[in-house]
């Protein structure tokens, strides 16, 4: 019955620790790299969306020494290095997310930008009919601005001048369509 205790702590033991996961020398120095590479992207930020990231005064003081010694190879390289191993000892996932937030903001107005370009160039293409389904989609615009700068770009067009009627229609529809 001794022997059957003994074996049974043992079996215990050894789950226990099974449980533990380990990690290989590769690995750890993925993960490093990987929060490196966060940190790069945080040095890279305009102050406007470095201000949105939620990090501690140390963390953001070593970010603002890295994207001072930007030009200086050597001492950046050793300072995103510092960044890493900082941000090892961190919970990143809000930082992650914070960047995530930043990133897809930014593609939304990208892309709401380049539906803007499209209507704009049908519109110019098309005319009159593009034009009438686009005040039915957007009742907020001016059928008469509307068709005075599709006239505008129609000659600019056709006498080889700038796209200053085009550029104009497309700030008009951005201001009323976007804000």
């Known amino acids: 019955m001794v022997a059957s205790r003994k074996n049974n702590q043992t079996e215990n033991s050894f789950d226990i620790e099974e449980e533990v996961e380990f990690l290989s020398k590769t690995q750890?120095?993925?993960?490093?790299e990987e929060l490196?590479?966060?940190g790069t992207s945080l040095v890279h930020l305009g102050p406007s969306a470095l201000a949105k990231i939620p990090m501690d005064a140390e963390l953001l003081e070593a970010v603002m020494l890295a994207r001072k010694i930007l030009r200086k190879k050597e001492g950046?390289?050793?300072?995103?290095?510092?960044?890493?191993?900082?941000?090892?000892?961190r919970d990143v996932t809000p930082i992650e997310q914070a960047l995530l937030t930043i990133k897809s903001s930014?593609?939304?107005?990208?892309?709401?930008?380049?539906?803007?370009?499209?209507?704009?160039?049908?519109?110019?293409?098309?005319?009159?009919?593009?034009?009438?389904s686009t005040l039915v989609?957007?009742?907020?615009?001016?059928?008469?601005k509307l068709r005075q700068l599709f006239r505008q770009a129609q000659k600019q067009q056709a006498d080889n001048k700038a796209p200053k009627a085009s550029r104009e229609m497309f700030k008009y529809l951005k201001d009323v369509i976007i804000g």
């Open 137 to 144: 989609e957007y009742p907020l615009l001016d059928r008469q």
């Open 28 to 32: 750890i120095k993925a993960q490093a």
């Open 76 to 89: 950046y390289r050793r300072q995103l290095q510092l960044i890493g191993k900082l941000m090892r000892s």
């Open 36 to 38: 490196q590479k966060l």
């Open 106 to 132: 930014h593609k939304k107005a990208t892309n709401a930008f380049h539906k803007i370009e499209e209507l704009r160039d049908k519109i110019i293409t098309e005319g009159d009919s593009k034009i009438e």
